[in-house]
């Protein structure tokens, strides 16, 4: 289970860049006047990504009262989806997906390798500091279990070997290539396709 902590490090402030401030406009005006509430995790993610991948809680006054809505309101948001960081994580930010289809297919033993190689708890740094690793809920690829999210990419059909190979390379600053570990397209059948042969592309 995906655990919310929040960073005693702080910065005292929190403003979008003039970049950042015009996307958030754009995102705000799809919205009626009314109901520009609607924006907050557009907002959300803009902030993550301006302050190297996790929100300060000065990043929530900010939104807060750039939409004109209690702060509770947006800190409820925040501390509910797991995509949103309230501490910071390493340049690699591995996410173990630990719901039931993976958890039947392994995903304990990648979390057992995310703790002796990258740290014992969840949401601290390596030694080195380029990793960081949670556990989240399902992540929606679970035909391919078990799985991590690396950054915004799918490492799947992993086992113990493959796991520990790929979080070696990334405490050696390397991001190895995603998707699936047996080399299925997608979620194809290991040994080819057996049905839909007549399709193309299918
Ligand atoms: S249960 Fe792990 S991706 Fe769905």
């Known amino acids: 289970m995906s655990l919310k902590k929040i960073s005693k490090a702080q910065p005292e ?7 950042n401030f015009q996307k958030a406009k754009i995102e705000i005006s799809k919205y009626p ?8 995790m557009a907002l959300l993610y803009l902030v993550q990504n301006q302050n190297d ?12 009262s750039l939409l ?9 948001v925040v501390t509910f989806y797991s995509m ?6 390493g340049k690699y930010f591995v996410q173990v997906c630990t719901t039931t289809p993976c958890m039947i297919r392994g995903a304990n033993k990648i979390t057992e390798i995310c703790k002796k ?14 990793c960081s690793w ?6 929606g690829a679970c035909v391919n279990a078990p799985m991590m999210q690396i950054n915004q990419d799918y490492y799947e059909d992993l086992d113990e070997k493959k796991a520990e190979e790929i979080i070696q390379k990334l405490l050696n600053d390397e991001l190895p290539k995603p998707g699936s570990a047996k080399n299925r397209k997608n979620n194809a059948p290991e040994n080819g396709k057996t ?6 592309n299918a």
């Open 84 to 89: 949103f960081n309230l501490s910071p994580v």
């Open 117 to 130: 190689n990258i740290s014992l708890n969840q949401n601290e740094l390596s030694n080195n500091k380029t």
């Open 195 to 200: 049905t839909l042969l007549e399709v193309k």
């Open 53 to 64: 991948n996790w929100i300060p809680l000065a990043g929530i006054k900010y939104i807060a």
């Open 33 to 40: 006047k009314e109901k520009k509430a609607s924006a907050v």
């Open 68 to 76: 004109n809505i209690p702060y509770i309101k947006v800190y409820e």
């Open 134 to 139: 949670i556990e989240v809920e399902c992540l």
């Open 13 to 19: 402030l929190f403003e979008f860049t003039s970049e």
